[in-house]
């Protein structure tokens, strides 16, 4: 949202507390947003498959841990860690583009 930045620092210098607290959860919610982005279909990709297979193989005492479901782990994994990366590599370049426009 432009703007954004510019009425957090003046909501802070006024002490208008309440519009502090909105902007903060709104920040929190994007970032927690794209976090349900990268994990959720990581979920559906594994998690569910295995759970119905798990299912399936209940009555017959053995787990079912085929190519497929290495695969799917294999494609997890990578997305988590490209998740991670991206995380990791791009707050502090936000963080810093931030920092200079509150700045100016």
Do not use: H, K
């Amino acid at each position: 949202v432009p703007g954004l930045g510019r009425i957090l620092i003046s909501s802070i210098g006024n002490r208008d507390y309440p519009v502090v607290q909105a902007i903060v959860v709104l920040l929190a919610a994007a970032v927690m947003g794209l976090r349900c982005a990268v994990t959720l279909p990581c979920y559906f990709l594994l998690a569910v498959p295995s759970w119905e297979a798990a299912c399936l193989s209940l009555g017959r005492g053995r787990a079912v841990r085929g190519r497929e479901y290495w695969l799917r782990l294999g494609v997890v994994s990578g997305a988590l860690l490209a998740g991670l990366w991206a995380e990791l590599a791009l707050s502090p370049w936000l963080l810093n583009a931030v920092l200079e426009r509150l700045a100016v």
